[in-house]
């Protein structure tokens, strides 16, 4: 009798297994909701009293006194702020499962130039860790490849969503990493002299890379204009035309204070649209980028300082020091599944320097405007995606708690596997007996 | 030449700063003092005289001599203690064998090491500095004072604090070991008889000292067993003069870790990353089992794949004595701000939070009686700060230890190293975006995919 209840038991555990496989959280929905009774911090048109509506995935109004659609779900946020949902512009969310498990990672693809490798295609929307970052506001995050001089085209992404396409969020950009002669880590046992000569090797490999693609665009055109031959097939220099043709950004990571002024001069020659990534040691030289106007997307603020020499909390400042000589600057986690770190990032940078206000524009507007898509994401206004959440206070606080959350329009149910542990094992059934 | 007079300059400097390693004396005025133990008393003054807290109070008259510290509007909280990290040391990892009970970090002190100073900067005035995980039973481990300015490794042991050891679940002796060196433990059936059979041998051990002990002064024949500083240290462990602090992730190694202990009469036992703890909090507290935890990481390596953010507040509402740890030259230097999230996972008060990175972990090292609250008697380690220490904009101010001012921010020196290669110009770049592998330095690449913890 105890055999039959055992296997019971367990047929029971394998039916609500197979039940919930694959529902990973609950469904998000769309539809037309007024945010009422809020406090909605809009960023670029300040502190708003009153209701937001959202209707066929868009704001469709802002206001103090607004009419409610008749077919409105009310969201009473009585004593609740709004804000619109923040902005990662550098992770491997969605990329990487589990990163000690190579075949779950799909960030860093074999070879040294790889433009042609796409995040948007690797980006699982299923990933554990999407539900489990967006449930803390942030919303969008560049998904971007890492590994070699060219590690692949990075994807602006929304978190919701069941295939890339519908997660796609309007900005692609091509990685590069600009060669440095810094030491990587402390394992890094290469001498000065290799570094220096690795740094040379590479920067002649990139600058022989360009004169190609130059080349290759005066053929394309040519091609394309009818008066030329058609080109073999070579993904790497078609991955790269938007760039020279001026269409799509570099994200060009540089972090050493020498290889960031290099790097202003590089980009000056190639004339090309460069958004500088990393930055660690951007303070050191933050004149010159804001001289160059070279937009800086900069993090993780929680790192170590680049040398023993520096200030415990260079790291902390960094982004508040760009800010205040004129550099654009946001905020990245750099991070993948700890992504929900980013207003945590935000906080530290406000708290070192940046002020709370700069480092709220770092992970909202100021990215959006780097991506160029702020007439969409970025700040809470009529006609702009409805991509926002909503808290009991303010979002940098560890105390703060997400009340809401949506995304292009869609509620999204504040679920994921860490909460569902919490709800199954906070008082665990059974607890000690048997 | 100037590079040499100026780091001669510095370490006069950097000498006067730090002071003497004598107890220092000092009174902490009119600051919201936070003792953990005995609430939040408010406009409270807190007085150390040689090392020690001696007086808690409103209004203290200053003794003449002792060095004033105005914290009016300021937090004062017991110094933050990190039960898992690894600075301060130069070897991590004796990754040769499953068992290295002999082996002893706090003979691999290094005083110079710059995260010591910035891990003072966060608030942090011990550590337990840990081996790694290599082996299921690695090394000794030792509690560290945060005395940066000296350069003797003597002045930073934490003298009669509770000898430990690291023990090591799951993936990473596995891997060292079955996977990189044929040999057991390649599964989790493989860690626990590695433990089986290390105890069983030192049960021996025992005895054959314990015979030679009572015979030798009536049997002149009596010969001594050999001496074996490996299995001496396992029979410390079974005796209770050593606790156990074992790397663990997965709920049934947790599970089969408290089994051993239990057939061996072990006792004092600490759980450290322990990321599935929040799945057998129950047994975990009904051990009397700690356990020590991060603030969210989670996902990088297949065994932490299944784990929540909420572990933390899960395992304090089970009981179990549970704290908040780094295991990272970076994370330590935020350990308030980790303790925080525990309000954002599951709700704890400020005094749940803040138990998480002071009383708790010293409980897990054994020196509950010295430092880890605000109390008269108790060492005098103390952090300051500007704005609640659970805040985003929280800034440490000053930070204290044994009586002497350790951190100040307004007499923070840009460059405070205590090591300084005067041929350079200006010190290596360093990029080290993450650090996830504290636990696995010292391992040969080999035996590695990926080495994280």
């Known amino acids: 009798m105890k055999f039959t209840i055992k296997i019971l038991a367990f047929l029971m555990l394998g039916l609500s297994t197979l039940s919930t496989y694959g529902q990973q959280v609950s469904k998000p929905v769309r539809g037309t909701f007024a945010l009422t009774n809020a406090t909605i911090e809009t960023i670029t048109n300040g502190s708003v009293q009153g209701t937001l509506v959202i209707e066929n995935g868009n704001i469709s109004a802002i206001g103090p006194n607004v009419a409610i659609p008749p077919d409105a779900k009310v969201v009473d946020c009585s004593g609740l702020f709004v804000y619109p949902g923040l902005i990662d512009g550098g992770t491997q969310l969605g990329l990487v499962e589990v990163s000690s498990v190579s075949l779950t990672a799909d960030a860093n693809e074999i070879g040294d130039i790889k433009p042609e490798m796409q995040a948007l295609t690797a980006v699982n929307p299923n990933a554990t860790a999407i539900p489990v970052t967006r449930v803390e506001g942030v919303t969008t995050t560049l998904v971007a490849p890492v590994g070699g001089t060219i590690p692949g085209t990075a994807s602006l992404i929304n978190l919701v969503g069941y295939t890339p396409d519908q997660m796609f969020a309007g900005f692609k950009g091509v990685v590069v990493n600009y060669p440095s002669a810094g030491r990587r880590g402390r394992r890094d046992r290469r001498t000065d002299e290799e570094r220096k000569k690795q740094e040379e090797k590479q920067l002649k490999k990139l600058n022989d890379l360009w004169d190609n693609l130059s080349l290759y665009h005066k053929l394309d055109s040519a091609a394309k204009a009818g008066s030329g031959e058609d080109l073999d097939y070579n993904p790497k220099m078609e991955a790269l035309l938007p760039v020279i043709r001026g269409e799509m950004p570099i994200l060009l990571e540089v972090n050493q204070a020498s290889a960031i002024e290099s790097a202003i001069k590089w980009v000056g020659e190639k004339k090309v649209k460069a958004i500088f990534t990393g930055v660690a040691e951007g303070w050191r030289v933050a004149d010159k980028i804001a001289a160059a106007n070279i937009p800086v997307v900069t993090g993780p603020v929680f790192s170590m300082p680049t040398r023993t020499s520096d200030r415990y909390d260079t790291p902390y400042a960094n982004a508040g020091k760009m800010h205040k000589a004129g550099v654009k600057v946001a905020i990245r986690s750099n991070d993948t599944e700890n992504v929900r770190n980013l207003p945590y990032n935000a906080g530290f940078a406000a708290a070192y320097g940046m002020g709370k206000e700069a480092a709220l524009k770092a992970v909202t507007i100021v990215p959006a405007e780097i991506f160029g898509v702020a007439d969409r994401l970025g700040s809470l206004e009529k006609g702009k995606s409805a991509t926002l959440f909503v808290t009991d206070g303010d979002p940098f606080e560890t105390k703060t708690h997400v009340k809401h959350l949506f995304i292009d329009g869609w509620n999204v149910p504040l679920d994921s596997r860490h909460i569902r542990l919490y709800n199954e094992f906070l008082e665990r059934s059974p607890g000690l007996e048997k | ?453």
């Open chain 2, 1 to 453: 030449m100037k590079k040499i007079i100026n780091s001669i300059l510095f370490t006069c400097v950097a000498l006067s700063l730090f002071g003497q390693l004598d107890k220092g004396d000092i009174l902490i005025k009119n600051g919201t003092v936070i003792t953990i133990t005995n609430g939040v008393l408010e406009e409270t003054d807190v007085l150390i005289q040689n090392g020690k807290i001696t007086r808690i109070g409103k209004n203290l008259r200053t003794p003449s001599g002792t060095k004033e510290v105005d914290a009016t509007g300021m937090h004062v909280m017991p110094g933050i203690i990190d039960a898992h990290s690894h600075i301060a040391i130069d070897a991590v990892n004796e990754a040769t064998n499953p068992v290295t009970a002999e082996v002893f970090t706090g003979d691999a002190i290094n005083p110079l090491d710059i995260s010591i100073y910035r891990a003072l900067a966060g608030g942090v005035t011990s550590s337990h500095a840990m081996h790694g995980s290599a082996n299921a039973i690695g090394g000794q481990c030792e509690t560290i004072k945060h005395h940066y300015g000296s350069y003797n490794p003597e002045d930073l042991r934490m003298v009669g604090a509770p000898r430990t050891i690291k023990f090591a679940l799951g993936e990473n002796p596995m891997r060292v070991h079955g996977e990189g060196r044929g040999i057991q433990p390649r599964t989790r059936m493989g860690v626990e008889q590695v433990f089986r059979k290390a105890f069983s041998e030192a049960k021996v051990y025992m005895k054959a000292w314990e015979k030679y002990n009572n015979e030798k002064n009536t049997n002149p024949k009596a010969s001594a067993p050999e001496y074996s500083y490996r299995l001496q240290t396992l029979a410390d462990i079974l005796t209770g003069d050593v606790i156990i602090h074992c790397h663990s992730y997965r709920a049934d190694e947790i599970l089969m870790l408290m089994n051993v202990c239990k057939d061996f009469g072990i006792k004092r036992l600490c759980f450290q990353h322990v990321n599935e703890g929040f799945k057998v909090a129950p047994e975990l507290a009904e051990f009397g089992a700690t356990a020590s935890v991060f603030a969210d990481w989670w996902a990088y390596k297949f065994e932490v794949y299944y784990s929540t953010a909420y572990n933390a507040s899960i395992l304090t509402r089970n009981g179990v004595v549970t704290s908040i740890n780094s295991d990272s030259g970076e994370l330590i230097r935020h350990l308030y701000h980790e303790a925080g999230k525990t309000q954002r996972y599951g709700d704890l008060s400020d005094n749940e939070a803040l138990s998480l990175i002071t009383i708790n972990p010293a409980k897990q090292l054994g020196v509950e009686d010295r430092i880890g609250s605000l109390e008269v008697g108790k060492d005098g380690d103390v952090a300051i700060f500007k704005g609640h220490p659970l805040s985003v904009y929280a800034i440490p101010q000053m930070t204290i230890v044994d009586g002497i001012v350790r951190f100040d921010i307004n007499m923070d020196p840009a460059d405070v190293r205590m090591d300084v290669n005067p041929e350079e110009d200006l010190p290596a770049f360093f990029l080290e975006v993450k650090e996830y592998d504290n636990c696995m330095q010292g391992v040969h690449h080999q035996h590695l995919f990926f080495h994280r913890h």
